[in-house]
């Protein structure tokens, strides 16, 4: 996998997290949810 793809995965993963949460919440809580769409995605963080 290329740092394009990566990019991309993490960019998407990102968007997914901001439409559903909106903005407001504490830095841990973006943290905790990327690292598991992350995860989901097959990424290891």
């Known amino acids: ?6 990019s991309s995965i993490v ?3 990102g968007m ?3 439409r559903k949460l909106g ?3 504490y830095e841990n809580v973006y ?6 769409e992350l995860k989901e995605r097959k ?3």
Do not use: P, S, T
């Open 11 to 13: 960019f998407d993963a």
């Open 16 to 18: 997914k997290i901001h």
């Open 43 to 45: 990424i290891d963080c």
């Open 23 to 25: 903005v407001g919440l």
């Open 31 to 36: 943290e905790e949810c990327l690292a598991y």
């Open 1 to 6: 996998m290329n740092e394009n793809e990566i």
